[in-house]
């Protein structure tokens, strides 16, 4: 410690006559390649955050600990004021302790469910009869309550299947895991007219609510109302995916008084129960759901660390990824492994010696899932927007964003003129032999996707990383098959050591990133209509009962 520091006064001292000069970047890269390949630590850091601290809801008491173990080993790195920064989710926490469900008669089996967060537990074991409801596709309020009307005595005491089976065809021809070099090359190329075409992140299915009809959200919180009122016991979505894979999302209403226990069944067992239904076969069910709820989880928390800076330290390059996660697996692709990125490419910077002009700020992010949540707070709290703006507003150069999964990042997609594009793309020039392509202009300020979102919209250089597909879109994105498995260590460490370098380029060439003007900047789009309560920033209503598409 003592020894450290005297060496650490030594530098400043010197620093005191010398300007600060920039070191050759062909030097930096090396060792930065270096040091991502030699002493990596992404797989430590997502069995932490994965296999210890998972899954990692917002307002959990998982995804607090999973901050506060990075900010331990973020310290531990040599990284300082590292703290949980608190912001209002408004909802208690929630977590799963115990699920079991079983088919006990025709026939005796274990079914594959997940449950759906915020619901209310069983209070012990239920064994009831079986029924499935049909319901209406696409109704106006008139039809859908007709409809409810002929359900009221079906459902009372009942297991409640809300819906019919869902035919999910046999994948004939599977999407490519990766692009190629010459695709990522277009994708990224600032005088392609077609540049920024085929994002590897997946696309939020956009609904147009239809006049005169009920939106699907709708149809699922008067389904949940009328099964409350009508005395079922449980209600069961059907997954609706191959392979036993399970997305269970959230109660929207975060109220447990205002749903039933309600599972999420993998499509194969669900079909089986269907079908045996329509035999004219009665089916007897079992559950036992035991959940617990956190009230302290009203207050979520964001994750900071900073690397400071020297002779500019009051400008800050930021860094990050959600942390928060979904409850059915550990999430370790969704994100997991982009917090355990970016906290490599700030971690390599420190390990290697070099010392950023400006202050490096890595941000974990909770209520991603829910909305951007977290990010937006702290977009707010501190830096406003370009049309409101705080006095810290002019001081971050960019955000670098990464969330789609575990594939190699291949370019950079950066809010701000194209001069700042330009600018990323020379940092991330040399990288290209390790498959990272370049980087184009983003004019988006449409909040979505992931939390880069909340600085564009904000007017701020948010960056988002665009990566390799892999498997996030087929299979491990939201689902009960996101674990510690299904990371690819080598793109993992190919990601880090190319942000690794355009983060050391932005903390330490003298201009700041260009911005775009008072004439250029893009006007905020216009605010959507009408707002969930529950979950206002989500722009998506789910595309099934039970499950949301974002
Ligand atoms: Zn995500």
């Not at 069961?236 to 209403?253: K, L, M, P, S, Y």
């Amino acid at each position: 410690m003592q020894r450290a520091r005297a060496i650490s006064l030594v530098c400043v001292s010197l620093l005191g006559f010398a300007p600060v000069r920039a070191q050759d970047p062909a030097d930096i890269n090396a060792k930065i390649r270096k040091e991502g390949t030699e002493n990596s630590q992404i797989m430590r850091t997502m069995h932490f955050l994965t296999d210890v601290y998972g899954p990692r809801l917002t307002g959990s008491p998982n995804l607090k600990a999973a901050g506060e173990w990075a900010i331990k080993q973020m310290t531990a790195w040599g990284f300082e004021d590292g703290h949980l920064e608190p912001w209002d989710f408004g909802h208690p926490g929630w977590t799963n302790e115990r699920f079991s469900g079983f088919i006990t008669a025709p026939v005796k089996d274990t079914l594959t469910c997940e449950v759906l967060s915020w619901t209310p537990g069983t209070n012990g074991p239920v064994t009831a009869h079986a029924y499935q409801m049909t319901l209406p596709e696409k109704p106006t309020p008139e039809e859908f309550t007709a409809y409810l009307a002929t359900q009221k005595d079906k459902v009372k005491g009942r297991i409640v299947l809300a819906g019919k089976h869902q035919i999910v065809p046999v994948t004939l021809t599977p999407t490519a895991r990766r692009q190629d070099d010459k695709q990522a090359k277009e994708r990224y190329d600032p005088i392609n007219p077609n540049a920024g075409q085929g994002r590897s992140g997946p696309r939020r299915e956009q609904q147009q609510p239809e006049p005169g009809k009920l939106t699907p959200r709708q149809i699922d919180e008067q389904l949940d109302q009328f099964l409350i009122a009508s005395g079922a016991l449980i209600r069961v979505n059907d997954a609706g995916r191959e392979h036993r894979q399970i997305r269970a999302f959230n109660n929207r209403t975060f109220d447990p008084a205002k749903a039933l226990p309600t599972v999420v069944m993998s499509n194969e067992d669900y079909g089986r129960i269907s079908r045996i239904l329509a035999d004219d076969t009665s089916v007897e069910l079992e559950f036992n759901i035991v959940n617990r709820w956190y009230p302290e989880g009203k207050t979520a928390y964001n994750t900071v660390a900073e690397i400071p800076g020297t002779d500019k330290k009051d400008e800050v390059v930021m860094l990050g990824g959600h942390l928060d996660s979904w409850h059915s697996a550990t999430g370790a692709t969704d994100n997991a492994i982009g917090c355990a990125v970016m906290m490599e490419a700030a971690r390599i910077l420190k390990a290697i010696g070099v010392k950023p002009r400006r202050t490096i700020r890595v941000a974990l992010w909770s209520g991603e899932e829910e909305g951007l949540l977290g990010s937006q707070a702290y977009v707010k709290a501190h830096f406003g927007t370009f049309e409101e703006p705080k006095p810290e507003y002019g001081k971050l150069v960019a955000y670098f964003n990464i969330d789609s999964g575990t594939g190699r990042a291949r370019g950079a997609s950066v809010f701000g003129p194209p001069e700042a594009a330009a600018v990323v793309r020379a940092a991330l020039a040399p990288f290209e032999d390790i498959g990272v392509m370049g980087a184009i202009q983003s004019k988006s300020r449409a909040l979505g996707g992931t939390d880069s979102s909340s600085f564009s919209q904000a007017g701020l250089s948010g960056i988002g990383m665009g990566q390799d597909p892999i498997e996030y879109n087929s299979a491990t994105w939201h689902t009960n098959m996101d674990t510690y498995e299904r990371i690819i260590e080598d793109d993992a460490r190919k990601s880090a050591m190319a942000v690794a370098a355009a983060l050391y380029q932005l903390a330490t060439r003298d201009e700041f990133l260009p911005r775009f003007s008072k004439e250029t900047m893009p006007p905020l789009p216009p605010k959507e209509g009408a707002p969930s309560t529950a979950t206002p920033a989500t722009p998506t209503p789910q595309a099934r009962p039970g499950n949301k598409s974002n």
